[in-house]
């Protein structure tokens, strides 16, 4: 079994949201995700994100940091005072470490994203994921 | 002494003829003195002493005293009687006479008349005689006024006269003949006494006497000669505005009317009062004549030093004047006289000193070539900008030729001689070299040609300056801007190179998610044709993207050469398609107004550079001030001649204590990181001289700034 379809088995039901305001870019990110978590919705902005969450109590947020209206950074910080235990993931262009420290988030992921390191991301959040 | 005897003949008769005469009328002076006194006299009426019907009008005129008839007979009329009745006997005839008669017979003859008018007008009141002929004998005439005594108003009352009046006179008339022939025959005995000499005495004087007559008429025509001479010398000197002197050896002789002006004094006459010499009036100063100068007076002194020039200082007022002066030498009857001419070379001195000093402050020289003689003359400052030392150097169009550049050399020439040929202004700028220091001066020449009737040219007058400072602050100045220019230009560089890596992260990232979703289909088994094609496609189609903005980028470091037809509206798109991304992500709205329709010939890539500036500027103070909601406007329009495109947005404007210096070069109130100080000084540089437009700032009322930019619609030329 590849190590993408054990993540199916064990991801595969959390409730995930994927915030991207780049259109093409979230297009194609979706069709990935979706072909690990079956429960996803998605939003193109900050402000967007955040309605989500507040809707829904998602366990997994995935988002982009530099987006109208609301970014990521301001979406992720009301997103963690809402529920401390969400796990975040940040996945941006922006090759400064100094964005993702500055950001609270469980883990960082560089654009354009390899699919291994994906993979190797979402098997280190396996734990705290599995609590949920 | 011929003729002096003779005269003391004459004098002698006539003073025996005025004494007969005289004698004669004192004693017709004193009858009638004392007829007067006794107020006429009473004489018996005969045929020759009838009553006198001029003194009809007193009643005693006529009496009768024991049966005689005695009639009254006025002082005059006695007179007249008795001279009348006299006259034969001693020849001497007198005549009582007045211009107001009783008797008409006293009527007076011509030359009496003259002499009573003579009285009546004035004339002192004195005794007058004449020589003169009654018919063929010479005769003494002598004529006395009669004042008016108290007596003779008795008679002439009536006729207004007053005691003191002149009123008539009494003269003699004396037969000269007796008395002439006395002297006559005195005469003929001086004459036989001195026959010998008369005879030789007219001939000597007769003699002397043409030639000094004949030698008075040519000196006198000569004197009138000389005096016009001299008239016209004085008047020539006179005009000359040198002060001019004579001297008679250390004695001052003449000043013309300038030397009098300079020295304060109307005449000579009045300087030399005061003044020996006009030596006195040297200034003591360095290369100044004096007096004595060592062993010689002054005068000797320049004649003794023909080859130096002499000057003399003198003040007039306060104010020192500097002469040249000349002295030239005449012997006049054995006497050294001196004729010292002084010029006046101050005025001169001060324009000479004001060139040269205007000449070295401007490192100008001029330089004149005599084309006839081949003389080349340069000013003192020529010498200093070439330097060579005037007295050592030997100067000569070829000496100049051999002293240019080699490589500019044959251009100098040419430039020269074709300027002859054309006769227009000679301007060339070239370098030199001194011949031992090999320093190299670049400079500017200029001349223009004088030419004779003929149209031949003659001469050259020309200048040159030394601008090899100025070529080198031009040279500085050229490399610091071409340096901002650069350095600009790498600044807005790096603006797009963020601007296209914003770009190309997001093909890139989907191109890897493209490849992400193959991979994933592959591990969980799932490979569709059809997802493969898609994801494919995708790629395909955003490497293509990417394609597209490298040749965006290629376009802007693509330096711009040529013009190109532009329509400004073009330009603006091009540019928010580089940076519209980044305005999108800071939620900055733009607005878009294009109105201009016109192409215009201009420097494309320039133009978007100053774009990008602007609108980063705009942007970046948008997001700083935490502008609600975030605007940047653009429009363009056009007139007649004109293009304009304004940016505006909606931001905080620009403190207007520092609008004036947005344009300095590296000036900027922006974090350093950030600001290079560079983008609106290379923006207005390129506005302005490249694209030859304006551009000017402005904030708005409603808050916020704009730039506008206005274009000449007939564009720039390429070479600009």
Known sequence: MSKLQQLQESMGALKVLYVEDEEGVREQTLIFLKKIFKNIDSASNGEEGLERFKEKAYDLVISDLKMPKMNGREMLRQIHELDKDAVLIVMTASDSNMDASETVSDAYLKKPVMFMDFVEVLESMKERLQKR | ?720
């Open chain 2, 1 to 720: 002494m011929y003729i002096t005897m003779i005269n003391m003949e004459q004098e002698k008769a006539e003073e025996i003829g005025i004494n007969t005469a005289r004698a004669a009328l004192t004693q017709d002076k004193i009858f009638r003195f004392w007829a007067t006194s006794h107020g006429g006299l009473y004489v018996p009426v005969t045929k020759k002493t009838p009553p006198n019907p001029a003194l009809a009008h007193l009643p005693h005129r006529d009496l009768n005293v024991a049966d005689k008839n005695l009639t009254l007979m006025d002082p005059a009329y006695a007179l007249r009687q008795m001279m009348n009745e006299y006259e034969g006997l001693y020849g001497l005839k007198g005549h009582i006479t007045s211009l107001k008669l009783l008797n008409p017979n006293n009527a007076p003859d011509t030359w009496e008349k003259s002499v009573l008018e003579g009285f009546e007008n004035g004339i002192k009141i004195e005794e007058k005689h004449i020589y003169t002929e009654k018919g063929t004998v010479p005769v003494l005439r002598v004529f006395e006024p009669l004042i008016t005594k108290k007596g003779c108003l008795k008679c002439h009352d009536f006729q207004g006269y007053k005691v003191g009046d002149v009123r008539g006179g009494v003269s003699v008339t004396l037969p000269m003949t007796e008395i002439y022939d006395k002297k006559e025959q005195n005469i003929m005995k001086l004459m036989s006494l001195h026959a010998l000499v008369w005879l030789y005495g007219v001939l000597f004087i007769s003699y002397f006497y043409r030639k000094t007559l004949q030698s008075n008429t040519e000196q006198q025509q000569l004197n009138e000669e000389l005096v016009k001479k001299e008239h016209f010398l004085r008047t020539l000197i006179d005009t000359d505005s040198n002060l001019i002197i004579t001297n008679f050896q250390r004695n001052i002789h003449l000043a013309n009317q300038a030397a009098l002006d300079f020295t304060g004094y109307a005449t000579l006459e009045a300087f030399k009062k005061e003044h020996n010499c006009i030596c006195d009036l040297f200034e003591e100063k360095e290369n100044c004549l004096q007096e004595q100068m060592g062993e010689l007076y002054w005068i000797e002194y320049v004649l003794a030093t023909p080859e130096q020039r002499h000057h003399v200082c003198m003040k007039k007022g306060k104010r020192e004047h500097i002469f040249n002066i000349v002295v030239k030498q005449m012997d006049m009857e054995g006497e050294e006289q001196y004729i010292v001419v002084f010029n006046d070379i101050s005025e001169l001195l001060h324009s000479q000193e004001n060139l040269a000093l205007a000449q070295h402050i401007a490192n100008v020289g001029h330089w004149e070539l005599d084309l006839q003689n081949n003389e080349l003359h340069w000013s003192d400052e020529v010498y200093r900008i070439f330097g060579v030392d005037k007295a050592e150097f030997d100067l000569s169009y070829k000496a100049f030729i051999e002293m240019i550049h080699p490589d500019d050399r044959t251009m100098v020439d040419e430039a020269y001689q074709d300027s002859l040929e054309s006769q227009e202004e000679y301007r060339v700028i070239h370098r030199i070299i001194h011949p031992d220091t090999h320093e190299e001066k670049i400079v500017e020449e200029r001349c223009e040609h004088y030419h004779d009737s003929e149209g031949k040219v003659i001469r050259s007058l020309g200048t040159i300056q030394d601008i090899t400072e100025r070529k080198r602050l031009e040279e500085q100045l050229h490399e610091k801007e071409e340096m901002m220019l650069a350095q600009s230009r790498h600044a807005a560089m790096g603006e797009m190179i963020s601007m296209i890596a914003h770009q190309w992260r997001q093909p890139i990232t989907v191109i890897a998610m493209g490849a992400n979703n193959l991979l994933a289909d592959v591990e969980l088994e799932d490979v569709q044709p059809e997802s493969v094609r898609q994801s494919a496609a995708l790629m395909l189609e955003q490497t293509h993207h990417l394609s597209k903005t490298i040749d965006d980028f290629k376009n802007f470091f693509r330096p711009n050469k040529k013009t190109e037809m532009t329509l400004v509206n073009d330009v603006l798109e091009e540019n928010f398609s580089i940076v519209g991304k980044s305005l999108e992500n800071h939620n900055i709205a733009v607005e878009k107004e294009y109105n201009s329709v016109t192409p215009i010939p201009i420097f494309s890539r320039e133009l978007l550079q100053v774009f990008i500036n602007i609108l980063k500027n705009a942007k970046e103070a948008l997001i700083e001030k935490e502008i609600k909601e975030p605007l940047i406007s653009v429009a363009t329009r056009e007139d007649e001649e004109h293009v304009y495109i304004s940016i505006c947005d909606n931001g905080k404007g620009i403190d207007p204590a520092i609008l004036a210096k947005i344009y300095d070069p590296y000036f900027s109130t922006k974090d350093e990181k950030i600001g290079t100080g560079l983008g609106l000084y290379m923006s207005k540089t390129i506005v302005e001289k490249h694209l030859k437009g304006i551009i000017k700032a402005e904030n708005r009322e409603e808050g916020g700034i704009c730039f506008e930019i206005s274009l000449p619609k007939k564009g720039v030329s390429d070479n600009e």
